[in-house]
T-cell receptor, first 116, second 113 residues
Framework: GAVVSQHPSWVICKSGTSVKIECRSL??????MFWYRQFPKQSLMLMAT?????????EQGVEKDKFLINHASLTLSTLTVTSAHPEDSSFYIC????????????FGDGTRLSIL | GNSVTQMEGPVTLSEEAFLTINCTYT??????LFWYVQYPGEGLQLLLK?????DKGSNKGFEATYRKETTSFHLEKGSVQVSDSAVYFC????????????FGKGTRLSVIA
């Protein structure tokens, strides 16, 4: 079946650094991917829709300059958290639509980001 | 707008007990409905789905039926196991697939031996 790989699974870094998270569709092409954020014990909130070859579409309230999304190829979307601060600490998850039927969404295993 | 409401947790059950997690939705048209499960420290896995009214999704002993008249998609399992302890999310999206999921808040289930 369709597999989405997300890397890294866990990252700890100092405040002020930038962190890049990769989301790859391993055995299929994905023109669209989605990025979600999950706070502890809460649901997933959509951050943005990543579109291959064009700009990402951000949800209201999500800072475009803070969360840079690049979908440079049909199998890779990246989320870069720029100048990260402790309040950016969270669990970030990406997903891609099923390549044949459009659904369900296939999720990566998530990235736990901790900013010290 | 589109939304999903699921019962508040946490839910604690003894092994072999019956499980119901309620989920209702608000949406225009006829969305597809899903249950996802998240085990501790992991990402989301699709548990089951239904794409039209009266469809029943089932997997690993879990079932849910798409009820258009009550706009519900309640998750049930006849006999839970300790390994079922996880967070369960009800979600909807549209058949095009190129739309993001709308999630409920999640229900944490703990099953004790």
């Amino acid at each position: 079946g369709a597999v989405v790989s997300q890397h890294p699974s866990w990252v700890i870094c100092k405040s002020g650094t930038s962190v890049k998270i990769e989301c790859r569709s391993l055995d299929f092409q994905a023109t669209t991917m989605f990025w979600y954020r999950q706070f502890p014990k809460q649901s997933l909130m959509l951050m943005a829709t990543s579109n291959e070859g064009s700009k990402a579409t951000y949800e209201q309230g999500v800072e475009k300059d803070k969360f840079l999304i690049n979908h440079a190829s049909l199998t890779l979307s990246t989320l870069t958290v720029t100048s990260a601060h402790p309040e950016d600490s969270s669990f970030y998850i990406c997903s891609a639509p099923d390549p044949v039927w459009g659904q369900p969404q296939h999720f990566g295993d998530g990235t736990r980001l901790s900013i010290l | 707008g589109n939304s999903v409401t699921q019962m508040e947790g946490p839910v604690t059950l003894s092994e072999e007990a019956f499980l119901t997690i309620n989920c209702t939705y608000t949406a225009t048209g006829y969305p597809s409905l899903f249950w996802y499960v998240q085990y501790p420290g992991e990402g989301l896995q699709l548990l089951l789905k239904a794409t039209k009214a009266d469809d029943k999704g089932s997997n690993k002993g879990f079932e849910a039926t798409y009820r258009k008249e009550t706009t519900s998609f309640h998750l049930e399992k006849g006999s839970v196991q300790v390994s079922d302890s996880a967070v369960y999310f009800c979600a909807l999206n549209w058949n095009s697939g190129n739309t993001p999921l709308v999630f409920g808040k999640g229900t944490r289930l703990s099953v004790i031996a």
